[in-house]
């Protein structure tokens, strides 16, 4: 589990705390993908072999528009993720935790 969120690669099955979070294949595939190195940069092209095996890198629309979907599955905000955040230029990372919020009293 990281975060809320645990996968059942053997069943293929996803939650978010109590509550079963329902992906397709390929949701499930990315979403293990990501979670299975929890706090390292995944590059696109690993996810692109690994979830589609797909040995050459054409476009990165594919992994944007499936994490769309699985950040909104997963309840992340899709404008300020929590879970999965997109590093430009290296990859995404399935965060260990979520980021503190940081206020400065005057």
């Known amino acids: 589990m990281v975060q ?10 996803c939650w978010r705390g ?3 979070v ?5 949701e499930f595939d990315l979403v ?10 995944v590059t ?4 692109m072999h690994r979830v589609w095996d797909a040995r050459f890198y054409t476009s990165s629309k594919t992994i944007d528009v499936h994490l769309g979907w699985v950040r909104r599955k997963l309840g992340d905000d899709t404008r ?3 879970l999965i955040t997109t590093l430009r230029g290296r990859g995404l990372r399935f965060e260990v935790a979520a980021p503190v919020e940081v206020r400065v009293l005057s």
């Open 22 to 26: 329902r992906l397709s294949r390929k």
């Open 4 to 13: 809320d969120v645990c996968v059942d690669p053997e069943q293929r099955r």
């Open 32 to 41: 293990h993908a990501l979670i299975a190195r929890a706090g390292e940069v």
């Open 18 to 20: 109590d509550d079963e």
């Open 80 to 82: 300020r993720p929590t």
């Open 44 to 47: 696109r092209d690993e996810l």
